[in-house]
């Protein structure tokens, strides 16, 4: 065979193999088209090498006439021959037009973006008569091309191939398979990087709203920390943009660690519809906690009911104590003092935490008692102090005598509901008056002096049939009969 082969003796052809175009050059040795053998490129080599048999041969430019011609490189001979056999020429095999299937670059962007800390590369080709209009197509690293995302779950498989051209542009190949996939809309804010939040920017609090402990994360707007977007967790395990989401719009927020193992925080790149909060330290402070040697709940008979109380006691004198009352429509074990709430219009909150199980406790709510710290009355026991007592002088207005000591035994201070008590000369006792004279039911109390010389009041074990009455509708019925002198 010869060692040099001018046109038409030679053809430089593309093949498309495996997906992949291919350069190729055909020697037609005879004077026919029919019979060829093939070289392929040798990139390593930077020559033409035959598919066959490996004979290696160049493309030279003829420096005077600009034309092309093909050189084999005969090693020790001036002569060499092919061992494999000529191939029978099929055009469909070379021919192959590519161009219905190239993208210029104006016609494609790719978005290379970091979200939740993972970056992607995205490609999205557009349609060529509405820019709006378009088909993304994820990296795929293995193959090194871009998948269809509409198709991938599909078969067969669309992917797009980034080449570049002699001047360096680059342009993209498309597989031969077509899309069974719809076009769709061309959405670029969904490509953004997200927002890097450092560990100085931020914080995680908890705090109560309603009664119930609530997680959030705070993004700070500025350095000094005056304001600060609200995250809260109440859709689920990722924070988003609390008043944002009432807005409909959601903007989420991810906790991630980087690769020192530091925490910080990535954020969708969305323009709030909200304004930022400004921040008061004392919000989201830690609510002061009371362990159980501090607490009692107690139950007070109040209009023959039993209410729920917690009693807080002081942390200096554990004689006293604020007493809260059980809200019964809480689905916590939530507390209010009623005399803030009554005498000073302001909220005094407890709540009792892991009610019933291991570690419970007490969370005292952030506003302070506007009311004063009273005595401890414990229910249960049968002393009672000043001032749940009172004694007056009565004297009958129909009969002449010695003025009668008359006992009034508060069961609510706040309310001044209390029993009559008469003193009955006989036993020395004061007896319960309505359960006495309505229901034969002897409840007796006795007078006795502390150590201060103060009175204090003993009962008997037996509790009241009859309900605690008013104190003015008692003086009222006991005026009828009696002149009071105290
Ligand atoms: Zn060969
Ligand atoms: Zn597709
Ligand atoms: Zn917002
Ligand atoms: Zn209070
Ligand atoms: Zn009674």
Redesign the pocket.
Known sequence: MKKIYEIPYFEKVVAERKEKLKKRLLIFPNNDKIYHFEYYWNRPLQCYQCCGCGLKADIIKNDKNGKEYVKHKFLHKETSKHFCKLRKYDETKYTVDVSTRIVESENFKIIKYTQKGISSSKLFIFDSTNKNLCRGYLWDSTNGYYLCIGCTSKNPRVFARLCKNADGIEYLILSKNQHVCDLKEFNPDKYKNDVIIKKSMYKHVECFVNGEKRKYLLIFTDKSQKFY?KFTYENGYLPI????NQKH?Y?QAYILTDKNGDEYISVRDKK???TPFEYNENDFEENQIIQSERYKIIKRNWRGKFVEKLVIFDSIDKNLCHEYTLQRTSKTKRYKCNECHHKYSTCAIAWIINYGKENEHVELGKTPHKCSLIKFEDPNSSIINLPNFKIIKTAAKFKSGNPKDCLLIYSSLEKKLCYRYYFDLTSKLFVCHECEYKHRKRVTAKIHKNENNEDFVQLNEKKHICNPQPEKDVLKKMSRFFNIHN
């Open positions: 977007y943009c609390l008043k944002c719009l903007i709030h519809v909200c």
